[in-house]
């Protein structure tokens, strides 16, 4: 089947009380129009149309791809009036299904069958039952059941506010009806807006077949016009990556206070303690324990490594069987090999640091490649950057490097030497050797610390 998707993404959300607009506050991460896109091409459409009004050149920026049309939709007269701005692109379309940009939460599968209930020659209509229908148009059946109309709140009468079947907004128009239904539209109503949904009418007055699907839970379909509802969003949005962790094998201390803002793939027997964030893809093995407040970003993270409490990762790559923090961080280029250690307040990037090798405390090492079974001491830096450019320090197997140790690159330290504590190296150093370079020291007897006036 030839399919359309129109996407609505002009309106300025007021509400927000923001300068960006409502389509690009992130839920996850994301925008919530980019995972509206998403799911929009996890339905292979023919293409997907935007139509774009308040904050038109920032939506367009942000999410621009080959795959998207973007329509401008210069005058908000409702949202029959923004399908209709679509309407030339569409051509040769058998459906076109609408959705809205600020309804992230909806499940693909949902989508699909409310396209395939309605195929290319009924109206199909996304419902919901709702406790509380407030702001929501209703669903007027007849006594067959038959769907009649979708009256909006304030056009209803006090018996149509009963009602608890709301309209979600979401259609799936027959292609060949399209064109002439959104014609025939009137904005005779409370609002002076051409509604999309009242082609409803216009459906059952031809005595075309109106097909009602529904999601599987109300959450689903939940857009977001503030804050407040955002953040409604964001929580429902967590609690399922929460309940797809668990289901795969992993441990959460609390469900309620972990973050997934991106793909995150696992394996099992992994545990995650609180306040852990995900962001970008990353990926992790099994039997990894990861404590503690960490955030990880586009990393990936081997079986078997424990990474300890308010460490962050971020482009790195953690072999196996390592060890990471607390208080770690690795920045991008950052590649542990099986067995490596990083302790707390170490800082790494674009450093291999080889199998079975420590970094373990206050140290910095950066633009750094570390062979096996090396020791790097505390307070060590590799002074990498003269001011214009990076210079690489090499550090190779069984080095051991003291306390203090201060490595100016380009250098290299070579296998099984050792520098003293308190060095700055400048000069190679070769292997098997001991390099010290440090004032020596001097004793001044009866010396007399100043004393404040």
């Keep these: 089947m030839n399919l359309h998707v129109v996407i609505l993404a002009a309106g300025q959300g007021t509400r927000m009380r923001s300068s960006l607009p409502k389509v690009l506050h992130p839920v996850a991460g994301k925008p919530m129009l980019g995972h509206v896109i998403d799911y929009a091409r996890a339905l292979s459409p023919q293409r997907i149309h935007v139509v774009i009004g308040h904050g038109a050149e920032q939506v367009q920026q942000q999410l621009d791809a080959a795959d998207i049309n973007w329509v401008m939709q210069h005058e908000q007269l409702g949202t029959g ?123 059952v007055a031809e005595a075309v077949p109106v097909e009602v699907a529904q999601p599987e839970t109300e959450n689903e379909v939940m857009g977001a016009n503030n804050r407040m509802q955002l953040a409604v969003l964001e929580r429902e949005y967590q609690a399922r990556q929460a309940l797809r962790l668990m289901t795969a094998g992993v441990t959460l201390a609390d469900p309620q206070r972990v973050d997934v803002r991106g ?111 090396a020791n790097i001491g505390a307070g060590t830096i590799t002074c990498n950057y003269d001011g214009a450019n990076k210079h ?30 308190g060095s700055t190296i400048t000069t190679d150093v070769p292997a098997d050797s001991l390099a010290v370079s440090r004032a020596r020291q001097r004793n001044i007897s009866g010396w007399k610390r100043p004393q404040k006036s």
């Excluded at 679509?86 to 051509?91: E, K, N, S, Y």
């Excluded at 299904?97 to 699909?112: R, S, W």
Aim: charged residues 20%; contains cysteine.
């Design 81 to 203: 009036h923004a399908v209709a701005q679509a309407l030339p692109a569409t051509a040769g379309a058998e459906q076109i299904l609408v959705l809205y940009g600020d309804v992230p939460l909806l499940q693909v599968e949902t989508l699909a069958q409310l396209s395939r209930q309605a195929g290319s020659q009924a109206l199909g209509l996304l419902t919901v039952s709702m406790q509380d229908p407030t702001g929501y148009g209703r669903i007027v059946r007849d006594a067959a059941q038959r769907v009649m109309a979708i009256v909006e709140q304030k056009d209803a009468s006090s018996e149509q506010l009963l009602i608890n079947e709301g309209n979600t907004g979401i259609m799936a128009l027959p292609g060949s009806r399209a064109s002439d239904w959104l014609g025939s539209l009137s904005n005779q109503n409370a609002q002076g807006e051409y509604y999309l949904t009242d082609v409803v009418a216009l459906a």
């Design 263 to 373: 793909e995150l793939t696992v394996g099992r027997d992994i545990s995650v303690d609180i306040n852990v964030v995900f962001e970008g893809k990353v990926s992790i093995a099994d039997n990894v324990i990861i404590e503690a407040n960490c955030v990880i970003r586009d990393s990936s993270i081997a079986a078997g490594s424990h990474i300890k409490a308010f460490s962050h990762l971020e482009q790195a790559v953690v072999g196996e069987d390592c060890d990471v923090g607390p208080y770690a961080r690795l920045r991008p280029g950052t590649r542990l090999a099986k067995g490596a250690k990083i302790g707390n307040f170490v800082e790494t990037k674009n450093a291999v640091i080889g199998e079975g090798s420590k970094v373990n405390h206050l140290s910095y090492i950066g633009d750094a490649e570390v062979g096996s079974d």
């Design 392 to 421: 690489k320090t090499v550090i190779e197997d069984g080095a051991f490097i003291g306390t203090n140790t201060a490595l100016v690159a380009p250098v290299t330290v070579g296998a099984r030497a050792t520098t003293a504590a």
